[in-house]
């Protein structure tokens, strides 16, 4: 069955072309010559030298980073804590409640979260601006890194939280040196999350932004209602180029890690 | 002048390091134990013994702190334990399944336990490597769990909990992962060092060979209750039920009636069949139900039919062969099956029954245990 058969091709290349072709021609014309996007003039990398000279692109993008750092360190913290309560702690009054409630806003369209709580800002009278993107963005990006932290959680041999109270940790111990390092991995591929997921969100920052925190998507969208421009071709760009490094990196170090965790425990049982 | 024998539990004047006192514990409408007595003794090495789900992983739980009692008291050194949190108690556990810090290395594993008292640097030092040292580890202190082989994360884990000089150890399975061979060698090493460090151990485990070999004294549990609490040669010769003789090792069981006199008890067991006569020290009503167990090593097997009591006629149905012993399976007339063993001291070529043979079987008037129960 692991021949190739000629329908396999085809169904691999529509595939792989339905979700990468789009993004390949933008990667093209980001080095087109002309001003025009759908007329190629040659390979220039002059929209990439413009793009560094506009500075609304460059505050806007330094307005997302903030954003979203703020935002995936906030929602690390309480995700994995709302993650271990709900694994951890079996009963407790209102349990069922609280998790169900966690997970609503996963469910929960991005209009309607942006709405409430732009409506909620209003009603406090909170001036809008980088804080109220991070409140926001916390709100649900904490939902999914919850969901990230409990799944190992699960996973997780409860004897060893056990062994650490037996040798005398006290709980906040057991949690800071023993599930802690071991949950690590899930907690900065939460954090990872939440930070993509703070990078792209364009509709929930546009009903919490205020005038002087226009975040990056907000940028690009308000732009493209003007004409798509190559710098902007170019920018998106420059974002592929660093998930993809991203993700290539990570995906190579968790995979390096497993095989020679593999080959020492192999050698292990030899000796 | 006669040495002393190890036995604290016969001695009035020794107080317990552990009283269960009247200890229920009940999750939901399952109760797991079921009203327990039970003192352990300073130095013993004590075998929690049965099935699994019979209670006592809980009962070890309770000690180790991470079960409360639903009712009754548990006292350590003549303290209740009840409020004590876990991480307060001089009781160290060695997990089942070894429960090692898969982040941190088999040093750093052992010194955990002394990091948290906040003892002093070079004490914490000396204290792991006397520990890696009774357990042979001190080429592997720089290695991490996974990798080290199982046998030696076993001595880890028992380094681990050894390492704050508890009074208590409590082992759950600490054998069961380990193939039959390490097992066996395990059991003494874990022997040595409970006689050098002059710990209390107690053991949970559902293998009766270890808890026979390792204990001072066993406890048989059964459904959340105590069934018998001996050393393991009055568990084996002198069982106080069936399920008790049944559960360790091998056993012919023979019900009938009781006919007493004295200290001998006469078993109807069988129409037409001669009583069995059997020494007790048991009183039994007359007619009362009762039941001979004997032990298949203390039955004898001969083709000429023995004098004395206790003879039965058969024939070979089935021959275990086990190298150093043979169990036969000798039908009687009655359907009765009953297991005779004998040592194989000639070679096999001239073993002197085989199947179908007419064979007699004997025992002596001491050899079986009457039982009420």
């Known amino acids: 069955m692991n021949r190739l058969s000629p329908f396999n091709v085809v169904s691999l290349t529509l595939g792989f072309a339905f979700l ?35 500075e609304a692109f460059l505050d806007a993008a330094l307005v997302t980073l903030q954003v979203a750092l703020l935002t995936s360190t906030l929602a690390t913290i309480l995700g994995t804590c709302a993650a271990y309560v709900l694994i951890r702690m079996h009963r407790f009054p209102g349990r069922t409640l609280f998790s169900g409630m966690i997970y609503a806003p996963l469910v929960m369209p991005d209009v309607i979260l942006g709405l409430s709580l732009l409506l909620l800002f209003i009603g406090l009278n909170v001036d809008r601006g980088v804080l109220t993107i991070v409140l926001a963005h916390t709100t649900f990006a904490m939902c999914y890194v919850s969901v990230v932290v409990s799944s190992r959680l699960v996973a997780f041999d409860r004897s060893l939280e056990e062994a650490a109270l037996d040798l005398g940790a006290t709980p906040f111990q057991t949690f800071r040196l023993v599930t802690l390092p071991i949950i690590a991995p899930a907690v900065i591929s939460g954090w990872l999350l939440a930070f993509t997921l703070s990078l792209d969100d364009l509709v929930i920052a546009s009903f919490t932004a205020g005038p002087s925190s226009t975040t990056l998507p907000m940028k690009i969208f308000s732009a493209v209602r003007l004409g798509v421009s190559p710098e902007i071709n170019a920018l998106s760009t420059i974002m592929i180029a660093i998930v993809t490094v991203g993700v290539i990196t990570a995906s190579l170090v968790s995979k390096r890690a497993a095989v020679r965790r593999l080959r020492e425990e192999k050698a292990a049982e030899r000796a | 002048m006669p040495q002393k024998i190890f036995a604290p539990w016969d001695d009035p004047d020794e107080t317990p390091l552990i009283r269960f006192q009247n200890v229920s514990k009940r999750f939901g409408d399952f109760t797991a134990i079921d009203a327990i007595d039970l003192e352990i003794y300073a130095r013993e090495f004590f075998a929690l013994l049965g099935p699994s789900g019979c209670g006592k992983t809980t009962l070890m739980r309770m000690l180790a702190g991470f079960e409360t009692p639903s009712s009754g008291k548990i006292f350590l050194s003549g303290q209740d334990i009840a409020p004590v949190p876990p991480n307060q108690r001089a009781v160290n556990m060695m997990f089942q399944s070894y429960a090692l810090f898969p982040h941190l290395s088999v040093w750093d594993n052992i010194a955990f336990g002394l990091r948290r008292e906040g003892r002093a640097r070079d004490e914490i030092d000396a204290r792991v490597g006397e520990m890696l040292k009774l357990t042979r580890l001190e080429k592997f202190a720089r290695r991490k769990p996974h990798q080290i082989s199982g046998g030696q994360r076993q001595r880890v884990a028992l380094a681990r909990s050894l390492a704050k000089a508890p009074k208590l150890l409590l082992l759950d399975e600490p054998l069961g992962a380990l193939d039959k061979k390490l097992r066996e060698e395990t059991q003494f090493e874990l022997m040595d060092i409970q006689e050098t460090t002059g710990t209390t151990f107690v053991i949970v485990t559902h293998d009766q060979e270890e808890a026979m070999t390792v204990a001072s004294r066993v406890a048989v549990m059964d459904e959340g209750r105590l069934i018998q609490v001996a050393t393991p040669d009055r568990i084996y010769e002198a069982p106080a039920s069936v399920y008790v003789a049944d559960f360790i090792g091998d056993v012919n069981i023979i019900e009938g009636k009781a006919h007493q006199t004295g200290d001998r008890v006469q078993v109807d067991w069988a129409e037409g069949q001669p009583a069995l006569a059997a020494k007790t020290t048991r009183d039994f009503s007359l007619e009362q139900t009762c039941y001979l167990a ?7 097997i001969s083709a000429e039919k023995p004098s004395g009591a206790n003879v039965l006629s058969g024939e070979v149905l089935d021959i275990a062969y086990l190298g150093n012993l043979s169990t036969y399976h000798v039908k009687l007339p009655t359907g009765h099956v009953i297991k005779a063993q ?5 070679r096999i070529a001239r073993r002197p029954f085989t199947w179908e043979d007419k064979v007699w079987v004997s025992w002596t008037e001491s050899a079986a245990v009457v039982l009420d129960r």
Request: proline share 4%; net charge positive; hydrophobic share 45%.
């Open chain 2, 294 to 300: 004997i032990r298949p090593e203390k039955v004898a």
């Open chain 1, 20 to 54: 990468y072709l789009p993004m390949v021609i933008l990667v093209i014309y980001s080095f087109n010559e002309s001003k025009l996007v759908t007329v190629w003039a040659g390979f220039s990398t002059k929209w990439y030298g413009e793009l560094v000279r506009n």
């Open chain 2, 342 to 346: 004998q040592a194989n001291t000639r």
